[in-house]
């Protein structure tokens, strides 16, 4: 069975730049991206643009999407685009731009649609609106973000391009002191931070993820680190590393064998965090992984100290004897 799809909600004011960004992330990613667009109009993607996609834009017309009477035109949206057929790796939902992000997030995570998991909220900021975006609404509706991104940084001088960022980023700290904030110009935000390698990718691929920074060399530059280790990993060890992940670490993905606790026997789980968000899944079959027992974790972030995360990664892949219940138990309150 194939695990949840993630869904990531792209909000932001109207004009602030969500399109764009989606545009740009289409254009750049070779994951497999459903799209859902809530607009008053169609998503202006046009067949060069849709390169890599496998459907139609899902589009949900009649009104912004957090103030429509139901959740039942998204629940179609998300069924028609998680069916296995379609073998998506992210679903990524274009809010209008009137839509309050705590309102997506409750509607995304309320969703009857099984096949899905919310993989957070992403608020495209306009910097030269920033009276329109902190006065209208108000600075909570940072509050549920999990990915800020400060756009347009192109339209400001330099002197008072620091200034916006400034004031933006401390409303945004005082509802939301953790969430990650990036700069971009046209969207151009490096695909790499939210759409996580496929399960099998980490596997095949991990030596590769580093050139990727190299060729969107537009992008701000996300970083990756990739560890891997033949052992069972401690339960504990793991969830220390994504509840307190290393500074700069905005995405944790890997596949790992935890040890049991000797009434249970060895396990595989895909671990999963985002922005804040932690998700942990038993892991599929045999396909996702070449060999059985090897464990691997790969970070994604900013701004960080490599030879740290380094260090972080290589400590929770750390195993040893049977794990303690109470570490079997912290993990498993993070599967779904
Ligand atoms: N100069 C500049 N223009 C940008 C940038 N990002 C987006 N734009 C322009 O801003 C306008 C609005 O961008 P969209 O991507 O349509 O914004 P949106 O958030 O999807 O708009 P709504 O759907 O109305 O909410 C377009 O003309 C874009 O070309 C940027 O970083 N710099």
Same mark, same amino acid.
């Given at each position: 069975?194939?695990?949840p799809?993630?869904?990531?909600?792209?909000?932001?004011?109207?004009?602030?730049?969500?399109?764009?960004?989606?545009?740009h992330?289409?254009?750049?990613?070779?994951?497999? %991206? $459903?799209?859902?667009?809530?607009?008053?109009?169609?998503?202006?993607v046009?067949?060069?643009?849709?390169? &890599?996609?496998?459907?139609?834009?899902?589009?949900?017309?009649?009104?912004?999407?957090?103030?429509?009477?139901?959740?039942?035109d998204?629940?179609?949206?998300?069924?028609?685009?998680?069916?296995?057929?379609?073998?998506?790796?992210?679903?990524?939902?274009?809010?209008?731009?009137?839509?309050?992000?705590?309102?997506?997030?409750r509607?995304?995570?309320?969703?009857?649609?099984?096949?899905?998991?919310?993989?957070?909220?992403?608020?495209?900021?306009?910097?030269?609106?920033?009276?329109?975006?902190l006065?209208?609404?108000?600075?909570?509706?940072?509050a549920?973000?999990?990915?800020?991104?400060?756009?347009k940084?192109?339209?400001?001088?330099?002197?008072?391009?620091?200034?916006?960022?400034?004031?933006?980023?401390?409303?945004?700290?005082a509802?939301?002191?953790?969430?990650?904030?990036?700069?971009?110009?046209? &969207?151009?935000?490096?695909?790499?931070?939210?759409?996580?390698?496929? %399960?099998?990718?980490?596997?095949?691929?991990?030596?590769?993820?580093?050139?990727?920074?190299?060729?969107?060399?537009?992008h /701000?530059?996300?970083?990756?680190?990739?560890?891997?280790s033949?052992?069972?990993?401690?339960?504990?060890?793991?969830?220390?590393?994504?509840?307190? /992940?290393?500074? $700069?670490?905005?995405?944790?993905?890997?596949?790992?064998?935890v040890?049991?606790? $000797?009434?249970?026997?060895?396990?595989?789980?895909?671990?999963?965090?985002?922005?804040?968000?932690?998700?942990?899944? /038993?892991a599929?079959?045999?396909?996702?992984?070449?060999?059985?027992?090897?464990?691997?974790?790969?970070?994604?972030?900013?701004?960080?100290?490599?030879?740290?995360?380094?260090?972080?990664?290589?400590?929770?892949?750390l &195993?040893?004897? /049977?794990?303690?219940?109470?570490?079997?138990?912290?993990?498993?309150?993070?599967?779904?």
């Amino acid at each position: 069975m194939r695990p949840p799809v993630p869904v990531v909600t792209l909000a932001g004011c109207l004009g602030a730049g969500k399109t764009t960004l989606l545009n740009h992330l289409l254009r750049h990613s070779d994951a497999r %991206i $459903g799209v859902v667009v809530n607009d008053f109009g169609a998503l202006n993607v046009d067949a060069g643009l849709v390169r &890599g996609q496998i459907d139609d834009p899902a589009s949900i017309a009649g009104g912004c999407l957090c103030c429509l009477p139901d959740s039942g035109d998204l629940d179609a949206a998300l069924s028609r685009l998680s069916v296995p057929r379609l073998a998506l790796d992210v679903i990524v939902i274009e809010a209008s731009g009137i839509a309050e992000p705590t309102a997506l997030a409750r509607l995304v995570r309320s969703t009857a649609v099984g096949a899905v998991r919310p993989a957070g909220i992403v608020e495209v900021v306009d910097l030269t609106a920033c009276e329109r975006t902190l006065g209208s609404t108000g600075p909570h509706r940072f509050a549920a973000d999990s990915l800020v991104v400060l756009n347009k940084i192109d339209l400001l001088a330099p002197a008072e391009r620091r200034a916006a960022i400034e004031r933006v980023t401390s409303a945004v700290r005082a509802v939301n002191a953790s969430v990650p904030i990036i700069e971009t110009t046209q &969207g151009a935000l490096d695909p790499l931070v939210l759409f996580e390698p496929r %399960i099998r990718d980490v596997v095949t691929r991990q030596d590769e993820l580093p050139r990727s920074e190299s060729v969107v060399h537009r992008h /701000p530059p996300a970083r990756s680190v990739a560890v891997e280790s033949a052992g069972v990993v401690d339960p504990s060890a793991l969830v220390d590393l994504l509840e307190n /992940p290393p500074d $700069g670490a905005y995405r944790i993905k890997g596949v790992v064998t935890v040890a049991g606790d $000797g009434s249970l026997s060895r396990r595989r789980y895909v671990i999963n965090r985002v922005g804040r968000a932690i998700h942990v899944a /038993p892991a599929p079959g045999r396909r996702a992984v070449s060999r059985q027992s090897l464990s691997q974790i790969v970070a994604i972030g900013f701004g960080w100290d490599e030879p740290e995360v380094r260090r972080r990664l290589d400590q929770a892949l750390l &195993g040893g004897g /049977p794990a303690a219940p109470k570490g079997v138990e912290r993990l498993q309150r993070y599967c779904s």
